[in-house]
């Protein structure tokens, strides 16, 4: 059950985009459409903002979406803006009917 | 208003056990899965375990296998971690979250445990 692999720090300025990448194996990411995505300030508990790949909670805003392919994920932030500055985990169902995360991504706002 | 209040973390000597509780209000508890998921002081998140809401259906991660028990009492509407055979690595706050399997959108607000002699 290995974690992951994210990138350990993203950054960027008001207004761009960002991609965060999550790289498994064909055991979890690339095996089950159940690869979902947390964000979490410090000090709080993680909030969800991608589920199923690409799907977005209720409330989130359209500025986040995910995709897949093959073994890898990925978290887009559009329009970054100051308060999406936070850590970003990826999570994976896995073939042993475990979950996984991702190693943490610190995304930094300019 | 969904909560989720963990309580039960404290310090404890290597070897120790220690048991957490996660007690749900403001949705249907039996409805969900439940998970463990805990975060090592600046390090990241790690799933350590799940129970379906048959309070039977259990797995979890290969660091906890056999020291860890996850549990649940739909009638009470709380979760529990039995947490035994405890070392430093297991020093962490320990969350709670509602899933649907996957881990979802509510989280308890989580609680140290410090596993030191």
């Known amino acids: 059950q290995s974690a992951l692999t994210q990138p350990a720090s993203v950054s960027g300025s008001p207004g761009q985009s960002i991609t965060i990448s999550c790289t498994g194996s064909?055991?979890?990411?690339?095996?089950?459409?159940?690869v979902s995505w947390f964000q979490q300030h410090p000090g709080k508990a993680p909030k969800r903002v991608i589920y199923?790949?690409?799907k977005r909670p209720s409330g989130v805003s359209n500025r986040f979406s995910g995709s897949k392919s093959g073994n890898t994920a990925s978290l887009t932030i559009s329009g970054l803006q100051a308060e999406d500055e936070a850590d970003y985990y990826c999570?994976?169902?896995?073939?042993?009917?475990?979950?996984?995360f991702g190693t943490g991504t610190n995304v930094a706002v300019l | 208003e969904v909560q989720l209040v963990v309580s039960g973390g404290d310090l404890v000597q290597p070897g120790g056990s220690l048991r957490l509780s996660c007690a749900a209000s403001?949705?249907?508890?039996?409805?969900?899965?439940m998970h463990w998921v805990r975060q090592a002081p600046g390090k990241g998140l790690v799933w350590v375990s799940r129970?379906?809401?048959?309070?039977?259906?259990?797995s979890y991660a290969d660091s906890v296998k056999g020291r860890f028990t996850i549990s649940r009492d739909n009638a009470k509407n709380t979760l529990y971690l039995q947490m035994n055979s405890l070392t430093a690595e297991d020093t962490a706050v320990y969350y709670c979250?509602?899933?649907?399997?996957?881990?979802?959108?509510?989280w308890g607000q989580g609680t140290l445990v410090t596993v030191s002699a």
């Open positions: 129970i379906k809401f048959d309070e039977i259906t259990t």
């Open positions: 064909s055991s979890d990411v690339g095996g089950y459409n159940y």
């Open positions: 999570s994976s169902y896995t073939s042993s009917y475990t979950y996984v």
């Open positions: 979250a509602t899933g649907s399997p996957t881990i979802d959108d509510y």
């Open positions: 199923d790949v690409n």
């Open positions: 403001g949705f249907t508890f039996s409805s969900y899965w």
